[in-house]
């Protein structure tokens, strides 16, 4: 069975897209530490981070970095995380999260509550 962010690639399942190309795609977290907290997927399904090869990680680093860039000139934080956790989904991908201190990359803490308008919005702001 394809991994979420599969059927969120494949429109099955509904996103606020932020960017993609033929290779990464990349939406806003569902439920985010930050207003810009963003997912950024490779389109191929692969498990684990460091099992993509060497040219795909390098690729998708370089597509994660425009999107930090927008991320730090669009929302007011200090720097943007970049936090590889892989647990939780069984689909490689980053976390950008927008930060000021540590703390505000505290996945333990509580979660934002946005409303699809706050979404949207945040989105368009990162295309």
């Known amino acids: 069975m394809a991994s979420i962010f599969s059927r969120i690639i494949a429109g099955e399942i509904p996103c606020y897209k932020v960017a993609e ?3 990464f795609f990349a939406f806003l977290d569902i439920a985010p530490l930050a207003k810009g907290h963003t997912l950024v997927v490779p ?6 981070f460091y099992d993509l090869n060497d040219d795909e ?3 998708m680093i370089v597509f994660a970095k425009q999107i930090a860039k927008k991320i730090k000139a669009t ?3 200090v720097k943007v995380a970049t936090v ?7 689909h490689a991908h980053i ?3 927008p930060m000021n ?3 505000d990359v505290d996945f333990g803490r509580e979660k934002l509550k946005l409303t ?3 979404f949207v919005e945040i989105a368009n702001s990162l295309q």
């Open 21 to 23: 190309n033929d290779k």
């Open 43 to 48: 389109k191929r399904e692969v498990d684990y």
């Open 57 to 59: 990680l390098a690729e």
């Open 75 to 77: 929302t007011e934080c």
């Open 84 to 90: 590889v956790l892989g647990l939780e989904v069984a």
């Open 95 to 97: 976390h950008l999260i």
């Open 101 to 103: 201190t540590e703390k």
């Open 116 to 118: 699809p308008e706050e």
